[in-house]
């Protein structure tokens, strides 16, 4: 979807510039971390999760350029971000259920990326990676991976990105920040980069040398030009003071590797400071050079019409299947949050439906922050008008702010009157936009107020439906038996009302996911915005972020809804589940299986907790799980890096790649025996072993009455002491993928997960691979259980 969401935009850009009605370079996408709910461009983001944000840069930039490709690269090991099975790309469906899996599409395990450099390669750090099939040659259009980096934040408490300077760990910006930039320019191959606003630790991204030109252009080969972001410059000197004059301003962004400014200030002193011997000419050709480069890859010096999209017209845009793309990407990112006793989809019981709340009759709203004119949207009344049903509509509110409860009387009226009642509530840019961060994560005004009086009222629960960027406390309407159903559409853009009304009456059963932590109104009053930290404090009252870190530390702090969470009409169920056996330092060994009633047992008791439960280990409705063991047979501990343990952990990885039994339904675990914090010579071994792989099987089944799309996903929880120790993330998702079974219907996964990304981040901003259990986990955060062995 990403990919193909990508070729469109490329394809009507290129259409339009054909005609002169547009330029080529698109400063997109934004692939910042989602790190706090308040943000107001969070919106423009796919999440908190660095997997998510990775895999997004990659798929969306490759379709903007190029589309896919089969071409494979050498590229940095470190990339968390799953591998694209080229093989699959651009199949039909069909084609790929065949084959019984697709779980290597969206897998940490077989990383792609672009050519690195001499010296990536002397360190060991090349693997084989994808990149866009233009690489070096021609742009469909220019993407652009923005803002560089760890950039979160518009104005709170007196502090805006202008001026903001982000304290971020070593630790924090190679686990959580850096990883959607490099899948961006390692496997996206974006001819683009912007840097941002803020400060990183104390200099501004723009003047950052070690971002610019050591990280993006000396680790990752990024070969394309850096822009700054609009007035990013300017900022340098008269926001950050990090300069005391305009030339030497020219200067230090110039020389960081920075190539273009968004603004006015390098053309009104860059002359200036090569007149004053403060800025080299050299350096002003190295970005005339980079951005030239690009122009010449999008064939601007061909002018329109030229090369392979030269016949791209205005049929090409606005077409029937571009519009179709719109619905279904409205369609899948649809949540449902809630639903209780069924209350969706809707039946025969809408005769007549009141349309209550400020966004019933949404149009630009569902656009977004940033976006062009589209040629037709429709809103949810008219969508639902379409559908036949006798509508009612009443606003209660007169905008999103909702600043009083003037017009509740009619709308607790119309709900009173009808079959059904919809509420249509949120957020829009008015709350949440670039400059303008949100202060309150509950609904603005007297919204929360009206759910509860129409609820009150009307003839049965309601549903409640939410366009918003970022999330929302909704406890109180999670928590009243008058409201039985709930949706997140977040900005579903121009189809969002078909889409929507689609879901409501089960025309598209829903099979979307929470792409971050909906947090409760308590952690915004706990919780400092200009803390970039994501590891918990307890000792200060810190208690992280993200799914991966977060760690309530008081009752109220415990998240509305948890990543990942989302339901579906159909009910999906994991029988089975493949994982491997037990290794030893001689190569692969029988290991022996779990004992089964122990395992039970537990299973019943955690499962009983989160009010899933089980049928039997063939048969078990949630989630399953098994444990991988990284252990050390070296009685002197695992510290003893001797020179023979560290030749039986090279030894015993060589063989990781065979020896793999499937087992059906039993959890068992498997022991790896290798040494801990293994020296460079052996992380070596680890960063070239592509083969060394783990596979994890999982098989979905489709219980339910309706046909239904499942997200699987893929979680891995590192050692314990790693966490202790080392502040690992609890649990990080490590693949994921979709897909649709019919009624009956059952489909086996297989996942593919390089040993190399079981590396945990140290504090110091490097890759371990850490002794202990790790476990796997497949299913919603909420629903899992772990089966000790």
């Known amino acids: 979807m990403w990919n193909a969401v990508g070729q469109i935009i490329s394809t009507e850009a290129r259409a339009m510039f054909n005609t002169g009605q547009s330029g080529l370079t698109f400063w997109a996408p934004n692939i910042n971390i989602f790190r706090d709910p308040r943000w107001g461009r969070g919106q423009e983001t796919v999440g908190e999760d660095p997997l998510v944000a990775a895999e997004f840069a990659a798929h969306f930039v490759l379709g903007m350029q190029g589309g896919p490709t089969k071409k494979t690269y050498g590229g940095d090991v470190d990339s968390p971000a799953a591998s694209i099975d080229t093989t699959l790309v651009g199949k039909r469906r069909e084609d790929t259920r065949q084959e019984g899996t697709r779980g290597r599409i969206h897998s940490r395990g077989e990383a792609a990326g672009r050519v690195a450099r001499k010296k990536m390669r002397e360190r060991g750090e090349g693997r084989r990676m994808e990149s866009s099939e233009n690489e070096g040659g021609l742009l469909k259009v220019s993407a652009c991976c923005k803002h560089f980096t760890a950039y979160d934040l518009e104005s709170w408490g007196g502090v805006d990105r202008h001026s903001f300077d982000a304290k971020v760990t070593k630790q924090d910006l190679e686990d959580t920040y850096q990883p959607p930039f490099r899948s961006c320019v390692q496997r996206g191959g974006a001819s683009c980069i912007m840097c941002s606003y803020n400060a990183i630790n104390g200099v501004p991204a723009c003047a950052d040398r070690r971002l610019l030109t050591n990280t993006a252009r000396g680790a990752w080969s990024f070969d394309g030009y850096i822009t700054s972001d609009c007035g990013a410059v300017a900022d340098v000197i008269k926001a950050h003071h990090y300069t005391s004059t305009p030339e030497d301003t020219c200067n230090v962004t110039l020389s960081a590797g920075m190539d273009l400014n968004c603004g006015s200030f390098l053309r009104e002193h860059a002359s200036q400071a090569v007149a004053r011997g403060k800025l080299a000419e050299s350096t002003i050709d190295r970005a005339v050079r980079n951005l030239v480069k690009v122009q010449m890859r999008l064939g601007l010096f061909e002018g329109p019409g030229s090369g392979p999209w030269g016949r791209l017209g205005p049929a090409d845009v606005a077409t029937l299947a571009h519009s179709q793309l719109a619905l279904e990407a409205a369609r899948q990112g649809i949540v449902l949050l809630v639903n209780k006793n069924g209350t969706l989809p809707l039946g025969g019981e809408a005769a007549s439906v009141a ?393 086996n996964f297989a996942f593919t997960i390089l040993v190399a990304d079981l590396r945990i981040v140290d504090r110091n901003g490097e890759r371990r691979l850490w002794l202990g259990k790790y476990v796997f986990k497949v299913g919603a955060l909420q629903a899992g259980t772990y089966i000790g062995v």
Not at 446 to 466: C, D, N, S
Not at 552 to 576: N, Q, V
């Open 355 to 747: 349309l209550i709340g400020p966004h019933i009759d949404a149009g630009e709203a569902m656009l977004g922050n940033y976006f062009g004119p589209a040629c037709h949207v429709t809103s949810p009344l008219a969508a639902l008008r379409s559908s036949g049903l006798r509508v009612l509509p009443s606003p209660g509110c007169k905008d999103v702010s909702c600043a009083d409860t003037s017009i509740f009387p009619d709308a607790i009226r119309t709900a009173s009157a009808a079959d059904v009642v919809l509420l249509f509530v949120g957020l829009d840019q008015t709350q949440e936009r670039e400059g303008k961060d949100r202060v309150t994560l509950t609904l603005p005004g007297e919204q929360t107020e009206l759910i509860k009086r129409v609820a009150a009222a009307a003839k049965r629960p309601v549903i409640v439906v939410i366009l918003s960027g970022g999330p929302v406390d909704i406890k109180e309407a999670v928590g009243d038996a008058n409201v039985g159903a709930i949706l997140w559409a977040g900005y579903p853009g121009q189809a969002g009302g078909k889409a929507i009304a689609d879901v409501l009456l089960g025309r598209y059963n829903p099979s979307g996911r929470l792409p971050v932590t909906w947090y409760p109104q308590a952690f915004v009053e706990s919780v400092p915005m200009t803390d970039m930290r994501m590891r918990p404090d307890p000792e200060r009252g810190y208690p992280g972020r993200s799914y991966r870190f977060y760690t309530p530390l008081r009752p109220d702090l415990a998240p509305i809804f948890e990543f990942g969470h989302g339901l579906s009409y159909s009910r999906f169920e994991y029988p089975d589940l493949t994982a491997p056996e037990s290794w030893s330092g001689n190569g692969v060994s029988r290991g022996e299986p779990s004992d089964k009633r122990g395992s039970r047992r537990e299973m019943e008791a955690q499962s009983s907790r989160s009010g899933l439960m089980p049928r039997g280990l063939d048969t078990w409705k949630g989630s399953l799980d098994y444990e991988l063991n990284v252990a050390s047979r070296d009685k002197r501990g695992a510290d003893a890096l001797s020179a023979s343990l560290r030749e039986r952990a090279t030894k015993l990885l060589r063989h990781l790649a065979s020896g793999f039994t499937k087992i059906s339904s039993r959890v068992r675990a498997a022991q790896l025996y290798i040494t801990q914090g293994a020296d460079s010579q052996h992380d070596r071994e680890l960063h070239q072993r592509a083969s060394l792989k783990i596979k994890v099987s999982v098989t979905v089944q489709n219980t339910g009455s309706c046909t239904g799309q499942e997200t699987v996903l893929l979680f891995v929880s590192p050692p314990e002491q790693a966490v202790r120790e080392d502040g690992a993330a609890l649990k990080s998702l490590i693949a994921f993928d979709k897909v649709e079974l019919a009624p009956g219907e059952r489909r």
